[in-house]
T-cell receptor
Framework: GAGVSQSPSNKVTEKGKDVELRCDPISGHTALYWYRQSLGQGLEFLIYFQGNSAPDKSGLPSDRFSAERTGGSVSTLTIQRTQQEDSAVYLC??????????FGPGTRLTVT | EDQVTQSPEALRLQEGESSSLNCSYTVSGLRGLFWYRQDPGKGPEFLFTLYSAGEEKEKERLKATLTKKESFLHITAPKPEDSATYLCAVQAPMDSNYQLIWGAGTKLIIKP
């Protein structure tokens, strides 16, 4: 596709369950970012991948959150033992360099 | 602490009524300031990047300006399709050249 895609678009899960969110970046983009957006808040940085370098995980809010990027392309964000405060929109972005980021449509996660 | 503050939180205008959105920042060593537009249910869409005080960028009815402390997004004769949330972000520390610090956004509503 021409843009960043994310799946699922919506996810409703019960508290305590694990969830996986997927991001397909723009082909050729070496940088990939995950953000969390809560209602009325700015984007909260979660994790950054750049090529084959070790990811910057400094934004992950707890050890229940993890992410991987396979083959320098697709990325999966995993949240274990979900809590209600994890409810938010999770956005993925990719870029060819370190400036302009292209965003996907996001995954809206609701934890009941 | 590096911070980005956007005002107002929400702005309602009549079609054709020009106005400005503000993004004030306190960062050390600004590398760039970004404006994005976000429609409901979608990811942010890039509008402008500004790098130095005095710089201006224009696109259709939008014009972004930058000073050493703030940026303005001027909207001239807006149309209902300009309704969206406008996000501002800054790129600051030299050793973290990929991280953006985001404001909470201004929700703009243009009434026909």
């Amino acid at each position: 596709g021409a843009g960043v895609s994310q799946s699922p678009s919506n996810k409703v899960t019960e508290k305590g369950k694990d969830v996986e969110l997927r991001c397909d970046p723009i082909s050729g983009h070496t940088a990939l970012y995950w953000y969390r957006q809560s209602l009325g808040q700015g984007l909260e940085f979660l994790i950054y991948f750049q090529g084959n370098s070790a990811p910057d995980k400094s934004g992950l809010p707890s050890d229940r959150f993890s992410a991987e990027r396979t083959g320098g392309s697709v990325s999966t964000l995993t949240i274990q033992r979900t809590q209600q405060e994890d409810s938010a929109v999770y956005l993925c972005a990719s870029s060819a360099g370190t400036t302009r980021q292209y965003f996907g449509p996001g995954t809206r996660l609701t934890v009941t | 602490e590096d911070q980005v503050t956007q005002s107002p939180e929400a702005l309602r205008l009549q079609e054709g009524e020009s106005s400005s959105l503000n993004c004030s920042y306190t960062v050390s060593g600004l590398r760039g300031l970004f404006w994005y537009r976000q429609d409901p249910g979608k990811g942010p869409e890039f509008l402008f990047t500004l790098y130095s005080a005095g710089e201006e960028k224009e696109k259709e009815r939008l014009k972004a300006t930058l000073t050493k402390k703030e940026s303005f997004l001027h909207i001239t004769a807006p149309k209902p399709e300009d309704s969206a949330t406008y996000l501002c972000a800054v790129q600051a520390p030299m050793d973290s050249n990929y991280q953006l610090i985001w404001g909470a956004g201004t929700k703009l509503i243009i009434k026909p």
